[in-house]
T-cell receptor, first 113, second 114 residues
Framework: QKEVEQDPGPLSVPEGAIVSLNCTYS??????FMWYRQYSRKGPELLMY????GNKEDGRFTAQVDKSSKYISLFIRDSQPSDSATYLC?????????????FGRGTSLIVHP | ETGVTQTPRHLVMGMTNKKSLKCEQH?????MYWYKQSAKKPLELMFV???????ENNSVPSRFSPECPNSSHLFLHLHTLQPEDSALYLC?????????????FGQGTRLTVV
């Protein structure tokens, strides 16, 4: 079993839909959770960063962490064609263990007009 | 600009050439990373430098050689590459220690080996 599992998609949705992207993980030491957006031929851009369990909201984006289930989610409300990209989850143990982030393989999202 | 700058953005090199990729971070971080991203494959960690410690992925061939002269600069020296080494090479930096550890990426160097 990989440390971080993420469905590569593609996930195709109509404009305005609510998008749910997910990752599961196996290492209970992970405490820091990140979501990145990567457009084609560009570097990943940090979208959301959360510590431990709970929710964090930033505009149309909401990140959720459920450490008891080892499951994290990124929700995108009112999705736009400009949201079409690959979304990578990442996580690290931070100071309590390895600081090196472990990445999922990314989910390709297509939002069509 | 993300605070992490990579040069060059694009590189085409022959299999007998020697070239270097450069990365510079202006974020005050103390850890820097090289990742390889091939088409339809996950990010592959190649090397990490942090606080004078080096971590390397043992599967990375010796034709890739990293150098980290200080906490702000990172190089990847390339020699006698193979066509399968063509990929997007990404540099990232983060803070190692207590607290925030999120990594920030540069825009990458698109490498084509011919």
């Amino acid at each position: 079993q990989k440390e971080v599992e993420q469905d590569p998609g593609p996930l195709s949705v109509p404009e305005g839909a609510i998008v749910s992207l997910n990752c599961t993980y196996s290492n209970s030491a992970f405490q820091y959770f990140m979501w990145y957006r990567q457009y084609s031929r560009k570097g990943p851009e940090l979208l959301m960063y959360t510590y431990s369990s709970g929710n964090k909201e930033d505009g149309r984006f909401t990140a959720q962490v459920d450490k008891s289930s080892k499951y994290i989610s990124l929700f995108i409300r009112d999705s736009q064609p400009s949201d079409s990209a690959t979304y990578l989850c990442a996580m690290s143990a931070g100071s309590g263990g390895s600081y090196i982030p472990t990445f999922g393989r990314g989910t390709s999202l297509i939002v069509h007009p | 600009e993300t605070g992490v700058t990579q040069t060059p953005r694009h590189l085409v090199m022959g299999m007998t050439n020697k070239k270097s990729l450069k990365c510079e971070q202006h974020l005050g971080h103390n850890a820097m990373y090289w990742y390889k991203q091939s088409a339809k494959k996950p990010l592959e960690l190649m090397f990490v430098y942090s606080l004078e410690e080096r971590v390397e992925n043992n599967s990375v061939p010796s034709r890739f050689s990293p150098e980290c002269p200080n906490s702000s600069h990172l190089f990847l020296h390339l020699h006698t590459l193979q066509p399968e080494d063509s990929a997007l090479y990404l540099c990232a930096s983060s803070h190692r220690g207590g607290g925030d550890t999120e990594a920030f990426f540069g825009q990458g160097t698109r490498l084509t080996v011919v």
